[in-house]
Structures are given as structure tokens and as C-alpha cells.
């Protein structure tokens, strides 16, 4: 197997996208992608801007988004991570099927990435339940 870094980064708005390929084998290239984006705390009285990373995972059909921080602080995990997927349009977690403002920022995030001729491939729909 081998093995080899390289970083590319790619703005897009609120959203930012920076690629990292991992490795490389004869069957898989695995990729490393990192999300900015504004998340609202207190009903919009407080905005935060985080960044986390997120993969595709193909068997789960959902993203995993992972290691939530601030900007700069890439040791710093601030939020646990999530499995997300696309259902009607809205951004769940893939176990419960229930949209949170996380799962809603994160996927918008992801959203503005995949609308780029670079971006990754979204994952088909199911149906879903609305959390009040």
C-alpha cells in the first residue's frame, strides 16, 4: 500500500472545504473533508462558527461528521460526533430520524459543498420524523 498527503482547500461562502486524501490503496482512496460553519446557540441569540470533519459512509448511506471545534483548535473535540443523512430535503441523524439545529447546520454545510462541481456525492432519501 501506498501511502501519501496532500491538502487542497476550497471556499465556498459560510461553508469551507478542505480536502485531505488519507491514503491510497488499489481499492479505496479515502478522503478527509473539514466543514466551516455558523451555528446558532440560545434560539439566534449567539452565533458560533465551528468546524468539524465529516466522511461519506457508503454501507450506512449517512455522513459521520466528527471531531466538532472552533477554528484553530484542531485537538479540541467540543460536541460528540454524528451520523447524518438528506431525508426530503432536511438533514437528520441516521439513527433516530430526527432534525436538530446540529444535524441542520452541519448537513446545509455539506449541502453548499456537494452544489460545487468538486463536491461529494449526497446520499439517497428516505423517509423521516420531525423532531417539535
Not at 478527509?32 to 454501507?59: K, M, P, Y
Request: proline share 7%; with cysteine.
Amino acid at each position: 500500500m501506498t501511502t501519501f498527503q496532500d491538502s487542497f482547500s476550497l471556499p465556498f461562502g459560510p461553508a469551507h472545504l478542505l480536502c485531505t486524501l488519507q491514503s491510497f490503496t488499489k481499492s479505496a482512496v479515502i478522503m478527509c473533508s473539514t466543514i466551516q460553519f455558523n451555528f446558532a446557540l440560545d434560539e439566534g441569540q449567539l452565533t458560533v462558527l465551528l468546524e468539524a470533519d465529516f466522511e461519506h459512509d457508503s454501507r450506512e448511506i449517512c455522513y459521520i461528521v466528527k471531531n466538532f471545534r472552533l477554528p484553530g483548535h484542531t485537538q479540541t473535540d467540543i460536541l460528540p460526533e454524528i451520523r447524518i443523512k438528506k431525508v426530503d430535503g432536511r438533514w437528520v441523524h441516521r439513527d433516530s430520524g430526527w432534525q436538530t439545529a446540529l444535524s441542520q447546520a452541519a448537513g446545509q454545510a455539506i449541502d453548499k459543498i456537494q452544489t460545487s462541481p468538486e463536491g461529494p456525492d449526497s446520499p439517497p432519501s428516505n423517509t423521516s420524523k420531525t423532531h417539535p
